[in-house]
């Protein structure tokens, strides 16, 4: 949203960061998205960033950066650029990014005064980049077309959505890229008996402002049945909204306040979703399980939405919007074929692997689906403990088809989500020698190699293994695979597929056994 790109960093990229100074990142494609004209009255940046997510849902823009353009871009303010920014992880991307524009700079200018105080936690050394003042601003406006991208540039893609047909949708249940109007739902009138306005993206004093508004245009209180809670981005946000009125009317209609921090979104603290219930939330992630139990139906919506859907019981609008089909555009140049390539295999990385297939016919795998949040903040769990619970949100009977030894083939974008690296160091632990995939996170596949943990994409043999099993179950016992490493080449039902060759950088890092023992020995 800050006109500057920001990528996860978790546990062992942050140590060897701290220890060295240095670390590697692969540059990622780049994706062109033109917003175009206005939104429409009741429509907000939530809204904007499901229907990408829902428009746009065949990985168009999978590990790519983004950068979002046009004259729909300029129009958004600050508050629909931090929330569309933050959600592109959930649309498959690796980062988005809006212009350097007067917007950019206004928000700025209005965080000074918390970057310079020097009450402020923490010690900083002379040398420090953690703030900056209003020179700094100025300098950066005033070279802000080393800012832009060339008029000359090349995307990997370019994708155009009219502001102006974009209408209130809700995701889910627990899909993020599964988007439904609010007209239809509410025909459906799907009963909810949690609401949830909290979390990075949907939390701060505009979200609490918009949500309190509903309250006082539709008056009453929060529908019996339901509990609807509330927590600010930060204790600053909260004092804010008290300021203004908007935290009591939230509180007075029945809401019932956490303290700031990520709660419920991550499955952690008061208010659950439990067994068989239906919530309606403003966080960024529905995926099965997270928020709670595996078999409750979480649908993702803008805090006003949440407002009016707790009000009413039932998931709603919080004004009357007619559908109207999206005015969208997609353009992108021609696909180069792949084809094999040798490689040269460092000592001590293995020339071949063979094993059974465990096929997992899943699209979009997220991680809380490959290890479960509640396990995530642990630190007790050993080893053959995290291997125990591999899959369990997303398939409870995995571990029961699992024989050591076992390659594990999945749908594309596996590993999306929550950048925990347990997602790829209990697959590890379980004696997985590698996961193939159609294609994954960037986030996941860095975790992996930074861990010890082969992965790599095939999505030719993901379509092979879609067409030979017609009924397939959420975990499929597939044939016999061999992959060999040096040709960059698998075989299976005696058809041959070319997969990436690894690099020498990927190679060192499963032979150091993750960047932890590689820095170690620098």
């Not at 995926?287 to 803008?302: C, I, Q």
């Not at 699992?402 to 749908?411: E, F, L, N, P, S």
């Not at 879609?466 to 397939?472: A, C, L, V």
């Not at 039902?493 to 023992?517: C, N, T, W, Y």
Request: aromatic residues 8%.
């Amino acid at each position: 949203a800050m006109a500057a790109l920001g990528t996860p960093v978790v546990r062992t990229d942050a140590a060897s960061i701290w220890a060295t100074g240095v670390t590697w990142w692969q540059v990622p494609p780049v994706a062109k998205v033109v917003l175009k004209g206005k939104l429409l009255p009741g429509v907000v940046g939530k809204d904007v960033i499901i229907a990408l997510c829902g428009l746009f849902n065949r990985d168009e823009v999978l590990n790519h950066a983004v950068e979002f353009v046009g004259d729909g871009a300029t129009n958004l303010p600050m508050s629909a650029r931090m929330t569309i920014a933050n959600m592109t992880t959930e649309w498959g991307a690796l980062a988005g990014v809006f212009p350097f524009d007067e917007t950019t700079v206004k928000y700025l200018r209005s965080r000074v005064p918390e970057f310079t105080n020097p009450k402020r936690p923490g010690k900083r050394g002379a040398k420090s980049r953690s703030g900056y003042t209003n020179a700094d601003v100025e300098e950066w406006w005033k070279n802000r077309s080393t800012l832009n991208a060339d008029p000359d540039a090349e995307y990997a893609i370019e994708l155009e959505l009219d502001l102006a047909t974009v209408v209130p949708h809700v995701s889910g249940p627990n899909e993020v890229k599964t988007m439904v109007s609010l007209p239809e739902m509410e025909r459906k009138r799907v009963p909810i008996q949690k609401a949830y306005l909290l979390s990075c993206v949907n939390a701060r004093f505009e979200d609490l402002r918009d949500a309190a508004e509903v309250i006082r245009s539709r008056g009453g209180r929060v529908a019996d049945g339901v509990e609807f809670y509330l927590a600010p981005a930060s204790a600053e946000t909260q004092a804010r909204a008290e300021s203004s009125g908007d935290w009591q009317t939230l509180i007075g209609a029945g809401a019932i306040a956490l303290p700031p921090g990520c709660g419920a979104c991550i499955g952690l603290g008061r208010g659950l979703v439990q067994k068989g219930e239906n919530a309606i939330s403003a966080t960024n992630r529905n995926f099965k399980g997270r928020m709670g139990d595996r078999d409750a139906f979480v649908y993702l919506g803008s805090p006003a939405v949440v407002a009016a859907s707790a009000l009413a019981g039932f998931i709603c609008a919080p004004m009357n919007f007619a559908d109207k089909p999206a005015g969208t555009a997609t353009r992108r140049p021609e696909k180069k074929v792949r084809s094999a390539a040798s490689v040269q295999i460092m000592e001590g990385f293995p020339a071949s692997v063979r094993g059974r297939v465990l096929f997992i016919d899943k699209d979009n795998l997220n991680t809380d689906g490959i290890y479960a949040g509640k396990h995530t903040y642990r630190d007790d769990m050993t080893p053959e403990q995290m291997a125990a619970v591999t899959f369990e949100n997303y398939d409870p009977n995995f571990n029961a088809l699992y024989q050591k030894g076992d390659i594990v083939v999945a749908g594309f974008n596996f590993g999306t989500g929550s950048s925990r690296e347990q997602a790829a160091t209990a697959l590890k632990f379980k004696g997985i020698p590698c996961v193939i995939a159609g294609s994954f996170s960037e986030t996941y596949k860095r975790n992996a190699f930074n861990n010890g943990f082969v992965v790599f994409e095939c999505p030719e043999l993901v379509t092979h293994l879609r067409e030979i099993f017609s009924d397939r179950a959420p975990t499929t016992v597939g044939p016999e695979i061999t992959i060999d490493y040096a040709k960059s080449t698998l075989s299976v039902d005696r058809k041959s597929f070319p997969f990436p060759p690894l690099s020498p950088a990927a190679q060192e890092l499963i032979v150091a056994g993750g960047a932890e023992k590689l820095v170690a020995t620098r």
